[in-house]
């Protein structure tokens, strides 16, 4: 048959629209956008009869192609997602997963009033920072604490209020641009604060930063490389030498911690994120970090530090413009609390729990989904593989965790197409590709979400085998 009389064969929207098996699906979608999503399925087979792509017009997968639009448009554009890459905080797919207890606290809050920003002991206006103000600073050592939007709305917070119009020294080799076009120099440019950068890519000395010092100087600031590393010939001035010598010109120390761990890490083999209360315990008078990084909470930027310095950084206007919401706030008070029980940290957080997660765990949930899929179709390609998962989030960089994987094929069809079929699918499913074969990583599944993902895997090998 030639493109035109195929094209000719295609029914038009309204014919459709009337079919009796198309009614019922209006129950899950509104009228207006059933249409946009029958739409859509025609012009997509226009298009393919044009290039060739297909070279058949028939009702039943014209019918099959709308139903599943319409069940996708119905579920909403942002929906839950099965992360099966490994990558522990993972900024394209909402970071860090919150405990079912601090999601309890979230509706709690959500659904009524609150004592938001009233004191209940004194039946006045109260403070939103009070929640959590008490907490982080136990949890800390901080003199003080407040939190905001996000960790970049803290450090230009910070710079607005520390350093308008004033000398910001900070290290070459920490000018960093954290994904999303987060970039050090721009976000100095942006609170006013004039940037004096100080040593070379590689190596600052101490004696850099004392050279750049002078009457204009209003911070000296450490920025946490994140994403990347700069490895061999390297030097960085400790941050107990930059707090010694900012108390010596007296000037305050700030610290972008970036991630901002509670948990040390490195007891469990993964290096290079220090502990939020150790660099207090060190004299830096600024800290900022994220709240949905290693803290595993809701999306938020928390500041502490000297008394006198988080007062003028919450006095200023800019606090306003960039304050934390009440559903964060509660998630946050909650994950906050359950950091106060040090043993229930490793269970209960769950960004902690993947991190640290035993790989025979991992491997018994590989296996797991494997069996669960295991049904001798000489097509199918199920393989258990060692590889290694990422933290992400810019968080413990250069550090690669020990995993096992389930390495997935179905034969004769591209894993680029298998990849495609499991993000479209329902549940959604994002996993990545290596080496021809689709690379499944069970440590980011959580042990409630393997009969989803196995259900999802399922529906795909149904489709070609
Ligand atoms: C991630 C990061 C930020 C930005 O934090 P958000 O909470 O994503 O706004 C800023 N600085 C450093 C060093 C970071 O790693």
Known sequence: MDKKTLLRKIPSVNEILNMTEVQQWFSLLPRPLAVKAIREVLEELRTGIRSGKYRDVRLEDILSNVEKNIRFL????????????????????????????????????????????????????????????????????????????????????????????????????????????????????????????????????????????????????????????????????????????????????????????????????????PVVRDIIKKGVDIVTFSGDKLLGGPQAGIILGRRELIREVARHPLTRAVRIDKLTLSALQAVLYLYMDTEKVKEEIPVIRMLLQDKEIIKKRAQKIIRALKDNNKRVFLKLQQDYSQAGGGSLPGISMPTYVVAFRIEGIPVVEIEKLLRMGSPAVVARIKEEALIIDPRTVDDSEVALLVKALKEVINRFV
């Open 74 to 273: 119905s579920e909403g554009s942002f929906r839950p997602v099965i992360n099966a890459t490994g990558v522990v905080i993972h900024t394209n797919l909402g970071r860090a997963p919150l405990p079912v207890s601090v999601v309890q606290r979230i509706v709690e809050i959500a659904r009524g009033y609150s004592n938001l920003e009233y004191s209940l002991a004194e039946g006045k206006r109260g403070e939103r920072y009070d929640h959590i103000r008490g907490l982080l600073k136990d949890l800390t050592g901080a003199e003080d604490a407040i939190a905001v939007n996000n960790n970049a709305a803290a450090v230009l917070l910070c710079l607005s209020a520390l350093a308008r119009g004033r000398e910001v020294v900070v290290s070459r080799g920490e000018l960093v641009e954290i994904g999303g076009a987060f970039r050090i120099p721009d976000v100095m440019k942006q609170s006013g604060a004039v940037l004096k950068e100080v040593g070379t890519t590689n190596k600052t000395h101490l004696r850099d930063y004392e050279e750049a010092i002078n009457e204009e100087t209003a911070l000296l600031l450490k920025v946490h490389q994140s994403n990347y590393r700069i490895i061999g010939f390297t030097e960085e001035v400790p941050i107990e030498e930059l707090v010694a010598l900012g108390r010596r010109k007296n000037i305050p120390v700030m610290f972008d911690l970036g991630s901002g761990c509670f948990v040390d890490l490195s007891e469990y083999g993964l290096q290079g994120e």
